[in-house]
Structures are given as structure tokens and as C-alpha cells.
């Protein structure tokens, strides 16, 4: 019996409460009670929470009996969200008062255990009175654990401490958040004085064995750590929807107005549905347009830039039953108590397999019901990566987790906290650090690197700064100087500051929620925008805050908030790849591949079905094969304005291809001292060139090499926003930067400037004028400028993956195919109407020579069919239209000048006027005919080119070239050139033959000129 190791009245609670114990409880509950580190990864709604709490309580309630229960505090338990530590506090207010009657029925004494919540939003007065009476049962976030960790008395409190409880362990290990709590946890076993036992919630995650390695640290190896696994395998009710009218690259208008009234429909059929979407601005532009279908008090939004209040709101009216549906962002995705969810709807792919069963797990959120999704595809591409998701998920398919190697600037702000606490001997120091699985394989050099940097600080042009240790070099010791604990208390923490503006509510000053910092700027005071479903008239505008008043419900426009698109995962682009190859297998018979993929794909329709064919169907005509992972593909073609552009069809994510297009970028600013527009998606990469950029295609495969692509990348990138951004992130994190000075928040824009200037002072070549840099830029062996690159490498692009597929391509293992086409691809639409998040320079979107591009809307089978074909009576169009018409002998004149010479034949077959016009000229001297078959009417200007491709040949009437032209001296090469260059440009399409036929040379020597003019 699994509860034989508790305390009879708990036994007795539990047995009352619930029919048994779920299979997690089961399973840890006699590990915890051993007092072993426990993983207990299984889906939303197991009872994770009470199968590593209420060993915890046991404990605690048999010391009260015991009568040995002092105010001290014993269990620690941290959440990422604050939402999530108030759920946990009010999840355990209820069943402890339950107990404490359970104890009472038994005739036993009295045990009042204490639980308090410890965030950012906890009030002055709360932390004080905790201070004084430690709660035994401490809930918290990692950013509050590490300020009570750091703080002078509050530290005290957590020397007592015996068990750390982590939950949604997962969302934090992936980051720098996750590094952060990992040296705290260490911090705070160091301060305990003994092994903490650790017990780690998560959902169930790739490989596992990661994420209980993380948890336990180094100091106690991952077998101490028993990990129960109850699986993601829940069986999910998945489909994906779309509207009547055909998916396009672009969605329309009326397009989106199905999508509305579908969900209406859908909410309608439902209790409570939660709809998901990736972006603040999709979250309230879809919340306006469902609230004017189903009334404004039956729907509203969740997500970040929102006031907690408001969220709180959102969240206790969907548990209670008064909304029909909340629209949100990732903000919703952990396991915040909503109450019971009957629908998730998915608006576009969640790029992530991970993301997916999270957001959909929010449906049916106890154990017997099946959750249930709704998938909403925004474009074809996206229709056929949520095929690939929903695949995915059916054969229990998981992304993979990469946890953060040793970040620099987190180690940087956690030595100076551990020091204002304690004098550290630097190899303590050392060893404490590496205790944490982030810092596992952390370098003496890096530490020492870290070390020195903070207790020399950063000479600014406003003197020194950031020197917070004094370091004892003769005795190896580091200890705080003054300010360095305030500075670690005030400005500590690893989520970076966005510069968004505050808005408060006039005449209450209720704080409401934050802006973009460029729609704040670009707003003016009268204009109204909408919040969460509520709409406001705007005040004033003052430095880094909007003052607002309620505008009454009347029109308001849509904020916008500007941030980092989450890139595919590799294992989602692995599956895009491979459902693409599987379809492309089975293009020969179109019929027989869209009754396969609706069968492999559960919940997708045959209309989907048809659609994801005919797109890639359509596609394979014109490029001859289908782009996957192992079949790249280059696409060339003209746009509408005469340039051209380059399409590199490659399914690996945004991060590789973001990598693949900024370096590639750089190549060819090198290759022709020219800067291009480029832009990267999950699917392609365009790049787009002017008309004067010509290159045999093949070769555009060769321009990187795995050998040196890092270092070209790495100059890229320092061009690249990204590595602006990042050094200001890493600047604030190291406490380079202070977040707030003088009780005060310091403003983004002056954050900015001092980022500037630290980086001017530690990497002077990343600010130098362009002209005076001679070669690469020359970067510095500092913590920071490696870690910032380190940063863009890993986080914002994912280079180790692009080099895998440069090695790749080197050694022969992919198919290369390159394509000069006459219209762009269908699979390049989605690439060349890109989002401005996709662009990898800094041209505005209304100068992006993409919009030069005219794409078809519509694929029926019969355009399809067509595409790619080139129309006859169009070629004779555009060759009459590039035929020099000449109505006077000074434009006959011209036209021999720019084509260097004309058959006599074609030009009077074309105007009979034109014999007449051309005697006119060589009476005056100014034209000639070449004695040579085919007879060639030649310019004066022109004969010394033309003799040096026809050396010998005579002319009639002889003409004396003028002396400009005879002083330049021509090779046949260059002449024959020239003439190729010259009979282009009034021909039109044409081949080599023709034009060796019009000039009478060999087809050799023509094909010679064509490969000197590419």
C-alpha cells in the first residue's frame, strides 16, 4: 500500500479525498521518504505537485506531534511563474486545513504548518513579518530565491532548509534562467550547511536524463537522482482545420474572417476553450474580432505585457465559468490552475512538438479525459508543418532539450552575490560553482577570466565601473567591496529588460500593463489602442510611461510588439523533411498520395490533404525535385524590376538558416563590394541581387566551407542587431550595466548608451568607422564579447547545426540542384513575402526588392499544370519590344552605336524605310557596311571593334573612325564580347546559335562571350 509510510491522519486525508493514489505518487513517494533525489516528469494534471509535497508534509507534521516543529523554514519550493506560486499556495491551503480537521477527528494535537509566498510582487510588509516568522513551507520564484539568498537578513531564514522542490524544472533548464537557479541551488546548499534533498517536477522532456542531472548537480551524480518517467503518452485528440477558400503564402482578409467564424463555431460547441497564439499583437487583434462575435465580457486575452491583475482576472473568470474563451500566448502554457478546459485551439504552427502537447495538454486537464486541439494553419507551409507536428505527436516524438553551457555573465552576477554574503577562497569558490551541471566543464581560465574583469571593472570615459570584488591575489581570496550587494539585490536576475513602456490608468494610477518602446514613440496623445479586450484613449506620453484613460469601447488599433520569433526545433524540421520526401515519393500518381497522407495523418482532411499535395506537386514541376534536408535546392529568377533573386530552399528552422543567409550575405558583400538584402524563414533563404550581379548558379554551393564558415559568420554578426542586443542583455546580467541606481529604474535608452560605451571601452573595433578598419574586425579575448558571440552562435542561430549540413555537402552525402527559373516556385513564395522578424539587414519593408516579385495567388491544377512554361507569343512580344526602332538616321545611328553592328537583311525586313536612313548615314560618313556574310551595317565609331573580330575584312564606303575611337585598342576577345553584349540587348530571347548565325562567327566564340559576360 503506497501510503503505509505516512502518518495515519494523512493516510487517512488522502483516502477520504482521492479513490488512489495516480502512478507518480506511487512511484516517488517511497523515494522522497528515503530521502533520495526524485524527477517526476508526467503530463499536466497527474498529481505531480502532491507527489512531491506531501512526503514534505509528513515530515513536518511529525515533528509537530513530536512537539520538535520550530519556525524555521524546511522546504523550498520553486516555480518559474509567479502565477503558478500563488496556485501552489491556495492548492495547499486547502488540503492542510483539511488535514489539521483529519488531525482533529483523530483527537490528535494541533499542527498549524505555515506556507508563504515569496515573489516580486509580495508586499514590504509580508517580507518583513516572514523575516521574523520563517513559513516552514517557502514558495517562491528563482529570481526571488536568489535575492533572499543575497539579502543580509532574509539569507538566515534558509539555513534550516532540507528539501528543494523545482517545478516545470524544463522551462527554465533550457535558458540562462536555468543556469541562474542551478549556482543558486548550489549557493543555498553551501548556506544550509548539508545535502539538500531535490525533487524536480517536470513534463516529460528529451533525454530525461539531462534535466535530472541539472537538478541533482555535480556534487551529487545523476544514479542519487531517480528519475519517474510516467511518459507524455496520453492520447490526444488532434485535427487540423482550415478554411474553404485555398491557403496562400499571405492570408487575406476575408481568408481570416473564416478562421473567426470557425472558432466561433467551435466556441460555441464547447464549455471553455483556451485559444493559443505566437505573438501579443495576433493575441489582442484575435480577441477584438472574436469579442465583437460573442460579446466583450465572454472573451479576453492572457500574455505577457499584460499587469498581473488583469491576467489574475482573466484567469479566475475563465475557472469560474464567466468567459467562453481566453486567447493566449505562452504565457498560459505552464501548469497555472485555469480550472477545467474542454478546447485548445492553435492559431499557426507552434513550431515546437514540445509547445504543441503543452498547450493542448491545458485541455482535459485531469487525468481521465483526452485532451483535445484544434490546429489553424496560416499559410501552405504551415499546413504542412502542422502535418508534420500532428505525425509527430502520434509516434511519440520529442524535441530535445540543450541546456546552456557555463553563460559568463551569469557566473559574473552570482560571484558577486556569493561574495556580499561570504569571504570565498577562490578555489572554494571554484568548486562551488562547478557544482552546478550548467558549469560542469566551466574552464580555471573562464573563472579566472571573470574574476579579474570584476575586480578590475570597465575604464568608461566615465571613469571606472563595475569593479564590485576585492581580490586578493597573494592569498587567493575575493571578498565584496561596498555597493556590490546592492548592486547584485537591485539589478540581479536573468530575464533581460525589454524597454517596454509602462501604462497606467488615469485617474487610479492602476498600472494596466507595458508597450513596445516604437509603438509608445510613434503613438501621440488621443489616439486609442487596445489591452487586454479593453480599449484606451491615450493622455500623455512621458519617458518610459503611457498615461491612458478608458476610451468607452470605442475603435482602437492594434499595439504591436517587436521581439525574437521562436525558431523551429531541429527534430520539427527533421519531420518537415521528411514528410516532404515521403509525399514527393508518391507524386507520380496525385490521387493515390492524398488518400496516403489523409490516412498517416489523423484529423487531417481530404480537402488538407489535397492541398499539401497540389502545393508540393506544383512546386516539383518547376524545380524537378523537392527541397528536403538531404535535396538542396538553389532557385534563380528575375523580378519585375530586372534584378535577380536567389532562393535557397533548405528545411532546416529559422536558427540554421538565419545563420546560412547572414553568412552567405557576407560572402557575396565581399565577392562583389556590394550590400544585399537577404531574409531567412524556417523553409528558405532569399537573397536578393541587382541586375548586375551575374554568377554560374552551381557555384553559390561552394561559397562557405565548414572550415571558415565560423569566423565569416562571427563578422556578419557583429553587424547583425542581435549582437547589440545581446551585449546590452549580457552587460546588465554581469552588473556591467545597473538595471536601477539610486532606488530608481534606470531607462532603457540610457542602458543602451552605457552599454555603448562599455563596449566601446572592451571591444573599441565593433563602433570603429568602417574606412579605418583594414580586414576582419580584430575581437578581444574578453568574459563578455565571448559570451555576446556565444550567445549569437547558440541561442539566436544555431551554428553547430549549419556546419553540420556545410560537412555534409563536402563530403557528397546531399543532392545540389540548381534551378534558373522563369517564375518564382510556389515553395519560394512564403520566403519572398517574409515577415520584417525574417529580415537579416536593416532595408525597411518598403524597400525590399522582394516587393519587386509578382507572385500567382491561386493554385488550381490547372496552373500548375503551367507553371514554369513559357509562353510563345509572349517571347515574340518582348523581341519586338527590345528591337531598336529607328524612325530617323540619327536613332538608326544610335541603334548601331549600342549593338555594335546589324544585318543588313534584318533591318530591312523590319522597316523599309531603314535602307534609306542607313545611305543617308554613310553619305555623311557616319555609317559603313562590313563586306562579310552576312553583310553587317556598322557605326564609323564602331569599325575598330569590329575589325579586331574580323581582322582583314574590308568596308564600304570606306569611313575614318574618330580619333577617340581608333586611340583604343581592342582584343578580339573584348571586341567579341561587345558585339555578343550589343546584339543582347535588342534581340530578346534568343540562343547561342542564332546569335552565331547573326554575326557570323563560330558558335564557340559566342559561347566564350556568354561565359565573359556572366
Not at 81 to 89: G, P, R
Not at 437 to 449: A, G, M, N, S
Not at 662 to 676: G, H, P, V
Amino acid at each position: 500500500m503506497p501510503l503505509s509510510g505516512f502518518h495515519p491522519a494523512i493516510a487517512r486525508w488522502f483516502t477520504d479525498r482521492f479513490a488512489e493514489p495516480t502512478e507518480p505518487q506511487r512511484r516517488a513517494w517511497p523515494l522522497i521518504q528515503g530521502g533520495r533525489n526524485a524527477l517526476i516528469a508526467a503530463p499536466t494534471g497527474s498529481g505531480k505537485t502532491f507527489a512531491a509535497f506531501l512526503a514534505a508534509i509528513d515530515s513536518l507534521l511529525r515533528q509537530g506531534l513530536d512537539g520538535t516543529l520550530g519556525d524555521e523554514t524546511q522546504v523550498v519550493y520553486v516555480s518559474p511563474l509567479k502565477a503558478l506560486s500563488n496556485d501552489v499556495q491556495k492548492n495547499l491551503a486547502e488540503p492542510l486545513a483539511e488535514i489539521r480537521r483529519t488531525l482533529e477527528a483523530l483527537c490528535l494535537p494541533d499542527v498549524d504548518i505555515r506556507t508563504l509566498v515569496r515573489t516580486g510582487d509580495t508586499p514590504a510588509p509580508e517580507r518583513q513579518q516572514m523575516v521574523k516568522r520563517p513559513p516552514h513551507v517557502l514558495v517562491t520564484t528563482p529570481e526571488s530565491l536568489y535575492l533572499i539568498l543575497t539579502s543580509e537578513r532574509a539569507r538566515d531564514m534558509l539555513r534550516t532548509v532540507r528539501t528543494v522542490i523545482v517545478d516545470e524544472i524544463h522551462a527554465v533548464a533550457r535558458d540562462k534562467r536555468g543556469s541562474h537557479l542551478a549556482l543558486s541551488l548550489e549557493r543555498l546548499e553551501h548556506l544550509a550547511g548539508r545535502r539538500l534533498q531535490r525533487v524536480g517536477l517536470s513534463a516529460t522532456q528529451k533525454p530525461i536524463e539531462d534535466i535530472a542531472a541539472f537538478l541533482a548537480g555535480t556534487r551529487h551524480p545523476t544514479p542519487d537522482t531517480c528519475i519517474i518517467d510516467a511518459g507524455h503518452a496520453r492520447s490526444l485528440d488532434l485535427a487540423i482545420e482550415i478554411p474553404s477558400s485555398p491557403l496562400e503564402a499571405v492570408m487575406a482578409a476575408e481568408v481570416w474572417d473564416e478562421i473567426y467564424e470557425r472558432l466561433v463555431q467551435l466556441i460555441g460547441e464547447h464549455r471553455t476553450t483556451l485559444v493559443f497564439v505566437n505573438t501579443r499583437r495576433l493575441a489582442e487583434r484575435l480577441t477584438l474580432h472574436l469579442s465583437e462575435r460573442l460579446g466583450a465580457d465572454q472573451v479576453t486575452s492572457h500574455h505577457g505585457s499584460l499587469s498581473k491583475e488583469k491576467r489574475l482576472d482573466a484567469e479566475t473568470r475563465l475557472k469560474e465559468g464567466k468567459l467562453k474563451a481566453l486567447v493566449a500566448t505562452a504565457s498560459l502554457e505552464l501548469g497555472i490552475d485555469i480550472g477545467a478546459v474542454d478546447l485548445v485551439c492553435q492559431i499557426g504552427s507552434t513550431r515546437s512538438i514540445a509547445t504543441l502537447l503543452q498547450r493542448v495538454g491545458r485541455s482535459g486537464h485531469h487525468l481521465a479525459a483526452v485532451p483535445k486541439g484544434r490546429l489553424f494553419p496560416l499559410s501552405r507551409d504551415e499546413l504542412l508543418e502542422c502535418a508534420a507536428l500532428v505525425r509527430a505527436t502520434h509516434e511519440r516524438k520529442l524535441d530535445r532539450l540543450v541546456i546552456p553551457e557555463h553563460p559568463l555573465d551569469i557566473l559574473a552576477q552570482q560571484i558577486v552575490a556569493a561574495a556580499a554574503g561570504d569571504e570565498w577562497e577562490e578555489d572554494r569558490l571554484y568548486e562551488l560553482v562547478r557544482g552546478a551541471h550548467p558549469y560542469r566543464e566551466l574552464t580555471r581560465k573562464d573563472f579566472d577570466d571573470v574574476v579579474r574583469m570584476l575586480a578590475e571593472g570597465f575604464t568608461t570615459r566615465r571613469g571606472r565601473r563595475g569593479a564590485y570584488l576585492h581580490h586578493d591575489g597573494v592569498n587567493r581570496r575575493v571578498r565584496a567591496r561596498r555597493g556590490a550587494r546592492l548592486a547584485a539585490l537591485t539589478s540581479g536576475g536573468a530575464i533581460p529588460d525589454l524597454g517596454d513602456y509602462r501604462v497606467v490608468l488615469e485617474p487610479t494610477e492602476t498600472f494596466v500593463g507595458t508597450l513596445n518602446e516604437d509603438f509608445a514613440i510613434e503613438s501621440m496623445p488621443g489616439d486609442i489602442f487596445q489591452l487586454g479586450n479593453t480599449s484606451y484613449l491615450i493622455q500623455k506620453i512621458e519617458s518610459g510611461q503611457v498615461r491612458v484613460v478608458d476610451a468607452q469601447g470605442q475603435p482602437p488599433s492594434i499595439p504591436f510588439w517587436t521581439g525574437e520569433a521562436p525558431g523551429r526545433t531541429p527534430e520539427l524540421s527533421v519531420q518537415v523533411s521528411r514528410l516532404r520526401q515521403d509525399i514527393a515519393d508518391r507524386l507520380g500518381n496525385t490521387g493515390a498520395a492524398i488518400a496516403w497522407l489523409g490516412a498517416e495523418i489523423p484529423g487531417l482532411s481530404e480537402a488538407a490533404a489535397r492541398q499539401i499535395v497540389e502545393y508540393l506537386d506544383a512546386s516539383h514541376k518547376i524545380l524537378g525535385v523537392i527541397p528536403t534536408q538531404q535535396t538542396l535546392v538553389l532557385e534563380r529568377f528575375f523580378d519585375e524590376a530586372g534584378g535577380m533573386q536567389l532562393v535557397l530552399h533548405a528545411p532546416f528552422g529559422s536558427r540554421v538558416n538565419r545563420a546560412w543567409g547572414l553568412a552567405l550575405r557576407k560572402r557575396f558583400c565581399r565577392s562583389f563590394n556590394f550590400e544585399l538584402q537577404a531574409a531567412a524563414t524556417e523553409d528558405a533563404i532569399v537573397i536578393s541581387l541587382g541586375p548586375h550581379h551575374s554568377f554560374p548558379l552551381d557555384d553559390v554551393f561552394q561559397y562557405l566551407k565548414p572550415a571558415t564558415a565560423e569566423q565569416l559568420l562571427v563578422q556578419a554578426m557583429l553587424d547583425a542587431p542581435m549582437f547589440g542586443t545581446r551585449w546590452r542583455w549580457n552587460a546588465t546580467r554581469a552588473l556591467a550595466v545597473l538595471r536601477a541606481r539610486g532606488g530608481k529604474k534606470v531607462p532603457t535608452p540610457l542602458q543602451r548608451m552605457e552599454a555603448e560605451d562599455l563596449v566601446a571601452a572592451v571591444f573599441p573595433d565593433q563602433l570603429a568607422c568602417p574606412e579605418n578598419l583594414v580586414g576582419d574586425r580584430e575581437i578581444p579575448d574578453h568574459p563578455l564579447v565571448q559570451q555576446t558571440i556565444q550567445d549569437c552562435l547558440l541561442e539566436a542561430m544555431d551554428f553547430p547545426g549549419l556546419k553540420r549540413v556545410l560537412e555534409e555537402m563536402e563530403a557528397g552525402r546531399c543532392q545540389l540542384v540548381a534551378r534558373d527559373t522563369t517564375e518564382p516556385s510556389p515553395l519560394s513564395h512564403e520566403v519572398i513575402n517574409a515577415k520584417p522578424y525574417a529580415f537579416l539587414d536593416d532595408a525597411p519593408l518598403e524597400e525590399r526588392r522582394t516587393q519587386a516579385v509578382i507572385t500567382r495567388r491561386g493554385l488550381d491544377v490547372k496552373t500548375a499544370e503551367e507553371l514554369g512554361r513559357l509562353d510563345q507569343a509572349a517571347i515574340d512580344r518582348v523581341r519586338e519590344e527590345a528591337w531598336a526602332e529607328a524612325g530617323s538616321a540619327d536613332e538608326l545611328h544610335d541603334a548601331l552605336l549600342v549593338t555594335g553592328a546589324l544585318t543588313s537583311a534584318e533591318c530591312g525586313m523590319r522597316s523599309a524605310e531603314s535602307k534609306g536612313l542607313f545611305e543617308e548615314l554613310a553619305r555623311a560618313g557616319r555609317a559603313t557596311t562590313l563586306l562579310h556574310e552576312p553583310r553587317l551595317w556598322v557605326a564609323a565609331e564602331r569599325v575598330p571593334l569590329v575589325e579586331a573580330v574580323f581582322p582583314g575584312v574590308r568596308c564600304e564606303p570606306a569611313v575614318v573612325a574618330p580619333e577617340r575611337d581608333r586611340a583604343k585598342s581592342w582584343t578580339r576577345e573584348d571586341a567579341l564580347r561587345e558585339l555578343v553584349r550589343g546584339r543582347l540587348e535588342v534581340v530578346g530571347p534568343t540562343t547561342a546559335e542564332g546569335i552565331a548565325a547573326a554575326l557570323g562567327v563560330p558558335p564557340s566564340d559566342v559561347d566564350f562571350a556568354l561565359g565573359a559576360l556572366e
